[in-house]
């Protein structure tokens, strides 16, 4: 038995039909052979590693200036307990009055791939630019070389020095939004929940999630719909849960600092942005944490987009449903600033 469920759970659920993708995802999976990909396993962990790097090349301080558009520095944070220095890449607009509001943010893959470079220009196109804010992105170590704590360890701790420091970065630490996508986006929930009960960093004006990767324990029926279907499945979030937790994944005691689908309380929590596919393994996990925000009598706007696979947007950047998801983000964002204005 997993979390109280009876042991025919993962067959009921597997024998379900998934739910069908949107037409222009579906033309943008058999593009990229997403239909029939290869999983993540601990023996081509490296593979993947080298494969992600290559599809996601990082772009250098220059490039993301942009012709002179965005200023772009990086800093260096002392890590905690004697450990490693923190790579924090602050990126604004040019010509932006402050102290300006901040997301700061944490990239997606899984825990165990990805940088804090590669995100910026979407985040800068989309977010900074017409919205007027900073980003802060954190170049946290990953696993299975660093397991839980140490990349939410270093999150922490660059989100405190951000805030410590934010004078003479010229940021608002009180108008500063907590975000990350799919395994970012549970490392953001982790450390909003972290932030609130050690109460020694900023008071966040909001959290955006986007298809978080929240719950070890990878037993809803959105897990087992879409097993072997689409880029990211349960089978490579097991892979990669593992490589974070070591020992420790699927304890029945496990801290929901370590995977935030673990919480029972989820009081005090600032206004939650939470989008996920319909189609994704991620699904179900992502709507019970917006439940969970509303029972404990919190704010949480969630989207479920129709047909949409795992990171979609990044791979259907024209489709239209990702026009409605990135709008729909924006929007939220314009609202979660102008309230902090009060």
């Not at 993540?40 to 599809?55: C, F, G, K, M």
């Not at 220059?62 to 772009?72: I, N, T």
């Not at 010229?170 to 490392?187: N, P, V």
């Not at 005691?253 to 991620?282: C, H, K, M, N, Q």
Request: proline share 8%; hydrophobic share 40%.
């Amino acid at each position: 038995m997993t979390g109280g469920r009876d042991s025919s759970f993962s067959e009921r659920h597997a024998a379900r039909m998934p739910p069908p993708f949107d037409p222009e995802l579906t033309a943008a999976l058999e593009a990229l052979g997403g239909l029939s990909r290869e999983r993540i396993t601990p023996e081509n962990l490296a593979v993947h590693r080298q494969r992600d790097a290559a599809s996601r090349p990082r772009p250098t301080v220059a490039e993301l200036r942009a012709d002179g558009h965005f200023a772009v520095e990086e800093l260096s944070v002392p890590g905690v307990g004697g450990g490693p220095d923190i790579t924090l890449v602050h990126a604004r607009p040019v010509g932006e009055a402050g102290p300006l509001p901040v997301l700061y943010y944490m990239h997606g893959g899984g825990l165990v791939m990805g940088n804090a470079w590669s995100v910026l220009p979407k985040i800068l196109r989309d977010w900074s630019a017409p919205l007027g804010m900073a980003v802060v992105s954190v170049e946290y170590r990953l696993a299975p070389e660093t397991r839980y704590p140490g990349p939410l360890d270093d999150c922490h701790t660059g989100l405190v020095w951000t805030a410590g420091h934010a004078d003479e970065l010229g940021l608002d630490a009180e108008r500063m939004i907590i975000g990350g996508k799919s395994a970012g986006g549970g490392l953001a929930a982790a450390l909003t929940l972290l932030n609130r009960d050690r109460g020694e960093g900023p008071t966040p004006v909001g959290q955006l999630l986007q298809c978080p990767m929240l719950d070890d324990r990878l037993d809803t029926p959105s897990a087992f719909q879409m097993e072997e279907i689409g880029l990211w499945d349960r089978s490579s979030t097991a892979v990669c849960w593992r490589a974070y937790l070591g020992d420790h994944h699927g304890d029945p005691d496990l801290s929901p600092y370590a995977a935030p689908g673990r919480a029972t309380d989820l009081s005090g929590l600032p206004p939650t942005y939470i989008d996920v596919g319909s189609a994704e393994t991620f699904r179900d996990e992502n709507i019970a944490y917006a439940q969970a925000i509303w029972c404990a009598g919190g704010d949480a706007e969630l989207h479920v987009w129709p047909g949409a696979f795992h990171g979609f947007d990044s791979f259907a950047p024209a489709a239209a449903l990702t026009r409605q998801a990135r709008h729909a983000r924006t929007q939220w964002l314009s609202r979660a600033l102008a309230r902090s204005r009060r």
